[in-house]
């Protein structure tokens, strides 16, 4: 009888090395403060950059909207409603605003098209809007109504406080 050796076990298949996950993060370098700021990956870039913007200080430029830049190549834009994403080697995301677009494009064309939009990104406070014109002909009449109704207001209760001692006495005369 001859002997069978058991089969032999199949050997395991090479290890891959797996690659290193992508970050979970993306970081977002302010110009205005100079600060980086790390949002996770997928972050709309309209709250990011209501959140860069809250976190300013009162000297600070508020940022209109964030954008991939690269030596060389044309910056990408992120909307409002943009996810946030990492472009790769050379990509840096950085906020952008009005006074850089402005000193970038050297004509006044863009100052003016900028003041015609209100927001650049919804949820954002423009620059522009911050100190909007407090006097105009509604405000004025409603100054103007609020004065007339005071002294209407007073002068019925100074003829109410100068007739009280006349209605108390006939008040006093009908019991």
Request: proline letters at 33%.
């Given at each position: 009888m001859t002997q069978q050796s058991p089969p032999s076990p199949?050997?395991?298949?090479?290890?891959?090395?797996?690659?290193?996950?992508?970050?979970?993060?993306?970081e977002v370098n302010c110009r205005s403060s100079g600060k980086t700021r790390r949002f996770a990956a997928g972050t709309d870039a309209g709250f990011a950059v209501a959140l860069i913007n809250r976190k300013l200080k009162g000297t600070a430029v508020v940022a209109s909207h964030i954008e991939a830049v690269k030596d060389g190549e044309e910056p990408i834009a992120f909307g409002p409603k943009s996810l946030l994403a990492n472009f790769g080697d050379?990509?840096?995301?950085q906020t952008v605003t009005l006074t850089h677009l402005s000193s970038e494009v050297g004509n006044g064309q863009f100052q003016h098209m900028a003041k015609?939009?209100?927001?650049l990104v919804s949820?954002?406070?423009?620059?522009a809007r911050k100190v909007s014109n407090p006097i105009s002909f509604v405000y004025l009449v409603k100054i103007m109504f609020a004065l007339i109704l005071i002294f209407v207001l007073g002068a019925v209760f100074t003829l109410f406080l100068d007739n009280l001692p006349d209605f108390i006495l006939f008040l006093k005369s009908i019991i």
């Open positions: 199949s050997p395991s298949p090479p290890r891959r090395r797996t690659p290193p996950p992508p970050h979970q993060y993306v050379g990509w840096v995301l015609q939009t209100p927001g949820g954002v406070p423009d620059p």
